[in-house]
């Protein structure tokens, strides 16, 4: 079975600063995808960034990138130029590409942004 | 309407007590997912529908738990015989189906058993 975990609970920043939270997963399928999600206290999760595991690229979203590192099973968010919407929980997801399109969550990181 | 929608967006109920919580995906939006979510947890997977069959419900908890989606849009979640430990943030997500979907997540039902 897929897993997805995130080790930071919380993170904290400083406002223009950069941050990267981690998520690291594990599969024995080779084809996949990865996301980020995004949930600020109003409860409403978004889509932050998406990769596909057949892609090399790291995908990258204005302010926002990833570190994908297949062999590692590694997918780092880097937040740049934080700014104070960024504060909220990130949560990292794995979905197959074959079979189900079952999503599967880490438990979140937390990210405060200092004024 | 322009996103998912979820009704009601809070539910207190009893002990042993039945509830619906209702989901309104995006329109033409063929994949609907159910979540729970507990408090300081990510997402937990139960249920996905592709069209009106359910694809994958192997998250599902026990069998209080059910869902449903007649006419491949609107979709209801049911629960039996409430428990307090179903006490919870519920999440529907809805997307195009295809490879390549990107979900949109509804507000959530935060429901209560007392």
């Known amino acids: 079975a897929q897993t997805v975990t995130q080790s930071q609970p919380e993170m904290s920043v400083q406002e223009a600063e950069t941050v990267t939270l981690s998520c690291t997963y594990d599969?024995?399928?080779?084809?996949?995808?990865l996301f980020w999600y995004k949930q600020p206290p109003s409860r409403q999760m978004i889509l932050v960034i998406r990769q596909e595991a057949y892609k090399q690229q790291n995908a990258t979203e204005n302010r926002f990138s990833v570190n994908f590192q297949k062999a590692a099973k590694s997918f780092s968010l880097k937040i740049s130029d934080s700014q104070l919407g960024d504060a909220a929980m990130y949560f990292c997801?794995?979905?197959?590409?074959?079979?189900?399109?079952?999503?599967?969550f880490g438990t979140g990181t937390r990210l405060k942004v200092l004024a | 309407g322009a996103g998912v929608s979820q009704t009601p967006s809070n539910k207190v109920t009893e002990k042993g007590k039945y509830v619906e919580l209702r989901c309104d995906p995006i329109?033409?939006?063929?994949?609907l997912y159910w979540y729970r979510q507990s408090l300081g947890q990510g997402p937990e997977f139960l249920i996905y529908?592709?069209?009106?069959?359910?694809?994958?419900d192997s998250g599902l908890p026990n069998d209080r738990f059910f869902a449903v989606r007649p006419e491949g849009s609107v979709s209801t979640l049911k629960i039996q015989r409430t428990e307090r430990g179903d006490s919870a943030v519920y999440l529907c997500a809805s997307s195009d189906g295809l490879a390549t979907d990107t979900q949109y997540f509804g507000p959530g039902t935060r429901l209560t058993v007392l």
């Open positions: 997801a794995y979905r197959s590409d074959s079979g189900t399109y079952k999503y599967i």
């Open positions: 529908f592709q069209g009106t069959g359910a694809a994958d």
């Open positions: 329109s033409g939006h063929t994949a």
């Open positions: 599969t024995s399928e080779s084809d996949y995808y």
